[in-house]
Nanobody, 117 residues
Framework: QVQLVESGGGLVQPGGSLRLSCAAS????????MGWYRQAPGKERELVAT???????NYADSAKGRFTVSIRNAEKKVYLQMNSLNPEDTAVYYC???????????WGQGTQVTVSS
């Protein structure tokens, strides 16, 4: 089992920045991918960015050039630096982790990000 705890959400003005953090606990040695998804009101959960323990990244088109995902492998902590935020980025952001040989990913409880003036 893997538990994920997010932090760093909040209210920010358009054009501002936030940094989300996620810490994994439990069977973390088998994690090979971590990242972030988000879900806005009335919409489906969507990919924001993922990163492998080898450093390979995958970004949604909406995140490219504005967001940066990073990982601290030894501790299995993942971060999302978000710059140039706009109201369309308002959503609950969920931490995500996938383990080797485990079909179902693990999810955090989510952290709210609100971009508004």
């Amino acid at each position: 089992q893997v538990q994920l705890v997010e932090s760093g959400g909040g209210l920010v003005q358009p054009g501002g920045s936030l940094r989300l953090s996620c810490a994994a606990s439990g069977t973390i040695f088998s994690i090979n991918v971590m990242g972030w998804y988000r879900q806005a009101p009335g919409k489906e959960r969507e990919l924001v960015a993922t990163i492998t323990t080898g450093g390979s990244t995958n970004y949604a088109d909406s995140a490219k050039g504005r967001f940066t995902v990073s990982i601290r492998n030894a501790e299995k902590k993942v971060y999302l630096q978000m710059n140039s935020l706009n109201p369309e980025d308002t959503a609950v952001y969920y931490c995500y982790a996938r383990r080797v040989y485990v079909a179902s990913p693990s999810w955090g409880q989510g952290t709210q990000v609100t971009v508004s003036s």
